[in-house]
């Protein structure tokens, strides 16, 4: 498929699109999955804080202290957000100057992670409060009556603390402060939080789940997604300017990377404290399954979504077998993970690129994965094959496409690039021995989408190179840390899971890695984890075997397919042909074995004809031989008949002319007998015998033949026949044109009009058109234009699909197009500009709906060879027309600015 600029850019402007309603799907999924508490508060003792709590907010504290506050007292509270790791030991700072305190607690966001966070506190003596938060303002479900919160966005502790200052004088002014003793500080807690969900229920914004636990309404949800999704750009702003200040101070502070110390910035926090943020993000993360209703919305937005962008490049009836295809195609991978008890099962479609199957499932075996991803295609390709076989007796053409979009589809899914799943296949049981390797092999994959893209023009070829190839840095990361990891002398895959997550972070602290963030290193742990925290290796003997089957259905379904579609008989055949040898047969043998004298004499026939058409004469005219001396088994006319068709098609490829007539008069002599019944054999023989004339140059007797021959073709009965009346007329306009009779053409069109009305089968609808269609060019060379226009006009209307099945299987869109552009030349030729410029606009627009790129690509398929390589079986009058509509559309679109040929492609 021919794609030009503006097509390209629409289509990646459509995936700029997805990946923008995925970031949003994705944020309303996360939040659909969340379920929320009231949390309870309670005063505790210092003994009671773990100590690895304490040594991590020990550096804040002395931070606090020096601002002026010293410890208040310590307590226990909870995420809001249920999860496992939802303790929160929090210590409560005081300064009693200022009347402020400071409750330092484990951090839920990136802009302190692995550290704590630290909330600026002001209580009015009416109970108000305000509260300064900072990077968290945007995760704020609604307001409370009686606090305020401010969220500064600022860098250092510093900063926060003067942003609390300042808004403390404006909020308070001359209201009076009070320092509230823990157990109030307490009691006021939970007020507050009580009145933040009491006001959540009050705006419909949560539903009860049971168990002190609550869920987002759909209405909230959305409502909240902007103001996350923008409070979250903010943050990550802020995030880089103050990791880049600390990254700059250190630099400074230090002469080369070599010195770099446990003081640095990357490395101010223990390997424990990474560890126990990364746990405590991970199960802030973990949502909980999304219902039946939820996933059954997301499949049917994402399926309609879909159905629509397929089908601006594919024609809808396409578009829901492709679609169809796809969804089969997912329903195998999660057959497979129900099969192995994955759980959150979804599947959801990718406009423009596919869709996908999800689940979840802690530390699957590798072997399990490797079936997720066979059960795919496999399935696909069965069927499709399947398919193959029920096309060779019900001769459907859904059947057909819907075959051969299954075979390609799953097929294409078996090659070995990530992210297909052949890629992934061979990523589980080969690459991730390998880190460097699997590195390569994602380089590989990029490069082999960008060769598809180069070579078939497909746009979602240079989509997924840009994916592999956007992603390689990360890759490298990955494939860096995992060469440290599975360094033998460290006995990694010894190791249990806690002991493997701590070398992990251990790992990132070497000076390499000095200038990660921890969201970044959180990030490439969450990748890694499946690798690194659960999977061993798959044995050799199971991944010889899967990969066994792997290649066998890669390399045998080419095979499956071909024995299918041709039968495992021709497949030799096939082959031969394949290798630029001709195919022989056993003719001899089948002869031998046929059970009555019709088959040996059918046989014969064959065999003859067979041998004729690869000019070996000889053997040829022996099996004629023998099927004349068959025939006196047999002696009916109709065998007869095939004899001397065969005898003539013999004499015609050696050049015997007058013998090749001869056998063939015979022939219609014999068919005569019965003129009904053998009037579709008697129009071919006709035309036959004309084409003798034409090659003996005796045009008076050819002119005779074919006028016979429409006669016996306007006779013939069955519907799927009477194109050969259509190629007979054909026959005819070329030899009047040819002679310049151009009263005889329109003496034959008109006169053969009326009696197709004989019959009322759909097809004369298509052989009306065509003679019209050749009355509008006839007129049009002479410059009758009313008359040209009528009769194109009535072409035009003959050849509309109309709602009855039966006129609709005869039909065919791309002959209005055809229409289309010889009334715009024959406008053009009358120097009717702006007429025949519509009427290429009307055409280009068929063109295009008709899987053509443009009308210019149109005319160039079916341009005569001589202009623009179409084909040699082009007549002259075909010819000339194409040349004139050629001409009209390099006058009317080519000399005008490219804007206008923009516009007749859309």
């Known amino acids: 498929m021919d794609w030009d600029l503006t097509h390209i850019l629409l289509y990646f402007f459509g995936i700029a699109l997805v990946v923008l309603l995925a970031i949003f799907?994705?944020?309303?999924?996360?939040?659909?999955?969340?379920?929320?508490?009231?949390?309870?508060?309670?005063?505790?003792?210092?003994?009671?804080?773990?100590?690895?709590?304490?040594?991590?907010?020990?550096?804040?504290?002395?931070?606090?202290?020096?601002?002026?506050?010293?410890?208040?007292?310590?307590?226990?509270?909870?995420?809001?957000?249920?999860?496992?790791?939802?303790?929160?030991?929090?210590?409560?700072?005081?300064?009693?100057?200022?009347?402020?305190?400071?409750?330092?607690?484990?951090?839920?966001?990136?802009?302190?992670?692995?550290?704590?966070?630290?909330?600026?506190?002001?209580?009015?003596?009416?109970?108000?409060?305000?509260?300064?938060?900072?990077?968290?303002?945007?995760?704020?479900?609604?307001?409370?009556?009686?606090?305020?919160?401010?969220?500064?966005?600022?860098?250092?502790?510093?900063?926060?603390?003067?942003?609390?200052?300042?808004?403390?004088?404006?909020?308070?002014?001359?209201?009076?402060?009070?320092?509230?003793?823990?157990?109030?500080?307490?009691?006021?807690?939970?007020?507050?939080?009580?009145?933040?969900?009491?006001?959540?229920?009050?705006?419909?914004?949560?539903?009860?789940?049971?168990?002190?636990?609550?869920?987002?309404?759909?209405?909230?949800?959305?409502?909240?997604?902007?103001?996350?999704?923008?409070?979250?750009?903010?943050l990550r702003k802020l995030l880089r300017e103050k990791f880049s200040k600390k990254v700059r101070e250190k630099n400074q502070a230090t002469d080369n990377e070599d010195d770099i110390t446990d003081s640095n910035v990357a490395t101010a926090y223990s390997v424990e404290a990474e560890v126990q943020a990364y746990l405590r993000l991970r199960s802030a993360q973990q949502r909980t399954p999304a219902g039946l209703f939820g996933k059954l919305a997301v499949f049917v937005f994402t399926l309609i979504l879909s159905y629509f962008a397929f089908g601006l490049v594919f024609s809808f009836n396409s578009v829901l077998i492709l679609l169809g295809v796809i969804l089969f195609h997912e329903l195998g991978h999660i057959a497979a993970m129900y099969a192995f008890k994955y759980r959150d099962l979804q599947i959801l479609f990718i406009p423009l690129m596919g869709a996908a199957a999800t689940g979840n499932k802690e530390n699957v075996a590798l072997w399990k994965q490797v079936i997720v991803y066979l059960m795919g295609p496999l399935p696909g390709i069965l069927v499709g094959i399947g398919l193959i076989a029920m096309y060779q007796y019900y001769q459907s053409p859904w059947l057909y496409e819907t075959a051969i979009i299954m075979l390609v589809i799953n097929y294409l899914n078996l090659l070995p690039f990530v992210p297909l799943d052949g890629g992934h296949i061979i990523r589980l049981t080969i690459m991730e021995r390998f880190p460097t390797g699997k590195l390569m092999f994602s380089a590989l994959s990029g490069l082999a989408f960008a060769a598809g893209g180069w070579f078939f023009g497909e746009p979602v070829f240079w989509v997924l190179a840009v994916i592999m190839f956007t992603s390689l840095p990360w890759s490298?990361?990955?494939?860096?840390?995992?060469?440290?990891?599975?360094?033998?002398?460290?006995?990694?895959?010894?190791?249990?899971?806690?002991?493997?997550?701590?070398?992990?972070?251990?790992?990132?602290?070497?000076?390499?890695?000095?200038?990660?963030?921890?969201?970044?290193?959180?990030?490439?742990?969450?990748?890694?984890?499946?690798?690194?925290?659960?999977?061993?290796?798959?044995?050799?003997?199971?991944?010889?075997?899967?990969?066994?089957?792997?290649?066998?259905?890669?390399?045998?379904?080419?095979?499956?397919?071909?024995?299918?579609?041709?039968?495992?008989?021709?497949?030799?055949?096939?082959?031969?042909?394949?290798?630029?040898?001709?195919?022989?047969?056993?003719?001899?043998?089948?002869?031998?074995?046929?059970e009555s004298s019709e088959k040996r004499f059918e046989l014969m026939l064959a065999a003859a004809q067979f041998y004729t058409a690869i000019n070996e004469a000889e053997r040829a005219l022996t099996y004629l031989e023998q099927a004349e001396k068959t025939f006196a088994a047999i002696n009916t006319d109709s065998a007869l008949a095939r004899l001397y068709q065969a005898y003539s098609y013999y004499y015609q490829r050696h050049n015997d002319l007058s013998r090749a007539e001869e056998y063939l008069i015979k022939v219609i002599m014999l068919h005569k007998q019965l003129p009904d019944q053998h009037a579709m054999q008697l129009a071919t023989n006709y035309q036959s015998l004309a084409n003798l004339r034409q090659r003996q140059n005796n045009l008076d007797e050819l002119e005779t033949d074919l006028k016979t021959g429409l006669t016996y073709a306007l006779k013939v009965k069955n519907p799927e026949e009477r194109f050969i009346i259509s190629t007979v007329v054909s026959l005819l306009l070329d030899h009047y044109y040819s002679k310049k009779e151009l009263d005889k053409v329109q003496t034959l069109l008109v006169e053969t009009l009326p009696l197709l009305e004989e019959y009322s089968d759909p097809f004369n609808r298509f052989v009306a058109s065509y003679l019209h269609q050749e009355l509008g060019w006839l007129y049009s060379e002479t410059r009758n234009i009313g008359l040209a226009m009528e009769h194109f006009e009535q072409a035009l209307q003959l050849s509309s699909v109309s709602s009855n099945q039966e006129d609709s299987d005869f039909s065919d869109p791309l002959v209005k197009v055809n229409i289309y552009l010889a009334m715009a030349a024959a406008q053009y030729r009358n120097g009717n500009l702006t007429i025949a410029e519509s009427r290429m606009n009307e055409a280009a627009q068929l063109a295009v709906a008709n899987h053509f790129q443009s009308l210019d690509q149109y005319i160039k398929t079916y341009l005569p060879i001589t202009e623009a390589g179409g084909t040699e079986n082009e007549t002259n009058r075909e010819s000339e027309h194409w040349k004139q509509i050629n001409e009209a559309y390099g006058n009317i679109f080519k000399q005008n600015s490219p804007s206008s040929e923009d516009a007749q492609k859309k």
């Open 25 to 234: 799907g994705a944020a309303v999924n996360q939040l659909q999955g969340i379920r929320i508490q009231r949390p309870s508060f309670q005063l505790k003792d210092e003994s009671d804080i773990p100590d690895q709590l304490l040594e991590l907010y020990q550096g804040v504290i002395e931070q606090l202290s020096r601002l002026g506050f010293e410890i208040h007292h310590y307590q226990l509270s909870y995420d809001i957000i249920v999860h496992e790791h939802a303790e929160k030991w929090g210590v409560v700072m005081v300064n009693r100057e200022t009347s402020v305190l400071a409750e330092i607690s484990p951090s839920s966001s990136f802009l302190y992670l692995p550290g704590p966070e630290v909330d600026f506190w002001s209580i009015g003596k009416d109970g108000s409060a305000l509260i300064t938060i900072n990077g968290r303002g945007h995760t704020l479900l609604c307001n409370i009556p009686g606090a305020e919160f401010h969220d500064p966005m600022v860098a250092t502790l510093e900063e926060q603390y003067q942003a609390h200052r300042d808004e403390q004088q404006d909020v308070f002014k001359n209201k009076p402060l009070v320092i509230p003793n823990a157990a109030i500080y307490l009691k006021l807690q939970q007020k507050l939080i009580n009145d933040y969900f009491l006001n959540l229920l009050k705006e419909g914004g949560v539903v009860s789940t049971g168990q002190n636990q609550f869920r987002l309404t759909m209405h909230k949800t959305l409502s909240l997604v902007k103001q996350l999704l923008h409070g979250e750009k903010r």
């Open 476 to 594: 490298a990361l990955e494939a860096g840390v995992l060469n440290e990891l599975f360094d033998p002398s460290k006995n990694f895959e010894d190791l249990d899971k806690e002991s493997k997550l701590r070398k992990l972070f251990e790992t990132l602290k070497q000076p390499k890695f000095y200038k990660m963030q921890f969201a970044e290193k959180y990030n490439l742990v969450k990748s890694l984890s499946e690798v690194v925290l659960h999977k061993k290796h798959l044995g050799r003997l199971a991944s010889l075997g899967l990969n066994g089957i792997y290649l066998g259905a890669l390399l045998l379904t080419p095979v499956a397919v071909m024995v299918t579609a041709v039968g495992m008989e021709n497949v030799a055949n096939v082959v031969t042909l394949m290798s630029g040898e001709v195919p022989k047969k056993d003719w001899d043998r089948d002869i031998a074995e046929a």
